[in-house]
């Protein structure tokens, strides 16, 4: 499966941003998916993920209800809407196959969108 993610950019402090994240192949509907992101000198940290059927989700803890990720099967389509957003959520945002809080869990990674959020 291919990733392209889009809707990264430049937001003031408590803004809000949607990610998108289409894949292609036929078996998108079959995956776990999920958010990471990395910040400039740190390393790569887990956002959310959602199963496959949509019907489970697992937030990061700094989330704290800001995000919510869904996932459109039929448009292939995986998404993240980011509200209230803070400058320490400044990051490239990835979206990847897998599930839950370690990010060894997953794989097939697209090549991410840059979310600026400005003081």
């Known amino acids: 499966v291919q990733l392209q993610a889009s809707g990264g950019g430049l937001v003031q402090a408590g803004g809000s941003l949607r990610l998108s994240c289409v894949a292609s192949g036929r078996t998108f509907t079959k995956y776990n998916m999920g958010w990471l992101r990395q910040a400039p000198g740190k390393e790569r940290e887990f956002v959310a993920s959602i199963a496959w059927s949509g019907d489970s989700t697992w937030y990061a803890d700094f989330v704290q209800g800001r995000f919510t990720i869904s996932k459109d099967n039929t448009a292939n389509t995986l998404y993240l809407q980011m509200n209230s957003l803070k400058p320490e959520d400044t990051a490239i945002y990835y979206c990847?196959?897998?599930?839950?809080?370690?990010?060894?869990?997953?794989?097939?990674w697209g090549q991410g969108t840059l979310v600026t959020v400005s003081s």
């Open positions: 990847a196959r897998g599930w839950g809080p370690d990010t060894d869990n997953y794989h097939y």
